[in-house]
């Protein structure tokens, strides 16, 4: 017998089990941003190497360590993307979507990055993005902070997040403040972690962002970037804040964080939870002035976000928060049987899909006897069951069997599709009381 293929590691199947809960998701997050006036944009998942190591950084982890990279066939470089920013400012740009043009733009697909598979982060994994060109203010910063916490609120999760921000300040002021940090730290190199002591050459600023205790209290003693931060920065974060402040979203200012690609300037943000253990962003972003020009563009203000689909879905499971009503069920079982009950429950079951209803009906294929085939409609977890047989089909009626009360009752096949639309209206007003 043939060895069987596996998925690769950190590459997960979406089992049908599951697709419900990630539909549910999407959909709300889809009717979300387009309340605000974003639209969707889409891209491919392979890219041009160079699109990332300019765009994201050559020094970053991500373009170190973790990207799918190969040459094909014309030996080009070639990368499975790794986020989505740099994919969607390089679509938007050689559409000519983004000089002197405010854009709203969202999308949604997988990433890949190379590195250890763990709870909540995969080598496959899906992030849904909100970008906006175009607009300098702090207000659209605060936009797309309110779009997420609206998006928390449909959720329920509002309760069960905190949110992050801080200010990096302009390249210009990161720099005076990067060689006040390398000068602190350099003082104290052998007490930091091996990937502090890397970065302190290559990126610097991720080393406040570390998680070893160590570094940490090193980092007691080092420079503020707070102090570095001149008075075009500080004034665009208060702004920001005051708009925040008034829309009560409440925050903690966090003079540490910092964001994991280059691109980022101004305004960054997280929104983190404690549910998750060490996994506890679920959603990130902040300004980046600075990309489009990066890859060849006009200058164009910009600012967005990304969240992890796993993450936020291992949130929501962890915490209940899934409603009933997101999840896979069937409303209608039809079986039939005989020959001519066969073909007339086919039409039947077509007649109730389109009823415009959004009814699941599923009908029972491949005969067996009616013994087996209620055994089956009572396995499908159905609200009702239609029963089609020869005499039925003579009669011009079918019978119908409420699932949870046993209760059977027969109808005329012309009006089935109006009493079985009462007939579960009723019965979601019960599940609901």
Not at 231 to 237: A, C, G, K, V
Not at 290 to 306: D, N, W
Request: aromatic letters at 8%; hydrophobic letters at 40%.
């Amino acid at each position: 017998m043939a060895r069987k293929i596996q998925a690769i590691r950190g590459m997960n199947d979406i089992l049908p089990e599951q697709s419900s809960v990630w539909q549910y998701l999407e959909k709300t997050v889809a009717d979300v941003v387009k309340s605000y006036g974003y639209q969707q944009i889409r891209f491919p998942i392979v890219e041009n190497t160079d699109l990332f190591k300019r765009g994201v950084g050559e020094t970053t982890d991500i373009v170190e360590k973790e990207m799918y990279t190969f040459d094909d066939r014309n030996g080009e470089s070639l990368t499975l993307r790794p986020e989505g920013t740099a994919s969607c400012v390089r679509a938007a740009d050689q559409a000519g979507l983004l000089f002197n043009q405010v854009q709203r733009l969202w999308y949604t697909g997988p990433m890949f990055r190379y590195e250890r598979p763990q709870k909540g982060r995969y080598r496959q994994f899906h992030q849904i993005g909100v970008e906006s060109f175009g607009m300098a203010s702090a207000d659209i910063d605060a936009e797309l902070i309110l779009l997420s916490a609206h998006l928390w609120k449909k959720l329920g999760l509002l309760e069960h997040v905190e949110l992050q921000l801080n200010t990096i300040g302009l390249a210009s002021e990161r720099e005076t403040y990067k060689a006040a940090l390398v000068e602190y730290l350099t003082q104290f190199k052998q007490e930091l972690d091996e990937d502090s002591q890397r970065r302190l050459i290559t990126n610097p600023l991720r080393i406040l962002d570390s998680k070893d205790e160590k570094t940490q209290a090193v980092l007691q003693g080092a420079p503020s970037l707070e102090d570095f931060i001149g008075d075009e920065s500080q004034s665009h974060f208060e702004r920001l804040k005051a708009i925040l402040t008034a829309n009560g979203i409440s925050y903690v200012v966090n003079y540490r964080l910092v964001r994991g690609l280059d691109y980022y300037g101004k305004t960054v943000f997280e929104w983190v939870t404690r549910h998750l253990g060490s996994q506890a962003t679920v959603c990130a972003g902040g300004r980046y002035d600075g990309l489009v020009e990066q890859l060849g563009g006009k200058a164009t203000p910009a600012v967005g976000f990304a969240m992890g689909v796993e993450r936020l879905i291992l949130l929501l499971e962890t915490l209940n928060l899934v409603p009933d009503d997101a999840k896979f069920s069937i409303d209608i079982f039809v079986v039939s049987f005989g020959d001519e009950a066969d073909v007339a429950s086919s039409v039947l079951a077509e007649q109730l899909r389109a009823a415009d209803n959004d009814w699941v009906v599923l009908r029972h294929c491949g005969g067996g006897s009616f013994k087996n085939q209620m055994k089956k409609a009572n396995n499908s977890a159905a609200r009702l069951t239609v029963i089609l047989g020869q005499e039925e089909v003579e009669q011009g009626i079918c019978q119908i069997k409420d699932m949870l009360s046993g209760e059977q009752e027969s109808r005329q096949l012309e009006s089935v599709a109006d009493y079985i639309s009462a007939k579960l209206e009723n019965l979601n007003k019960k599940q609901s009381n």
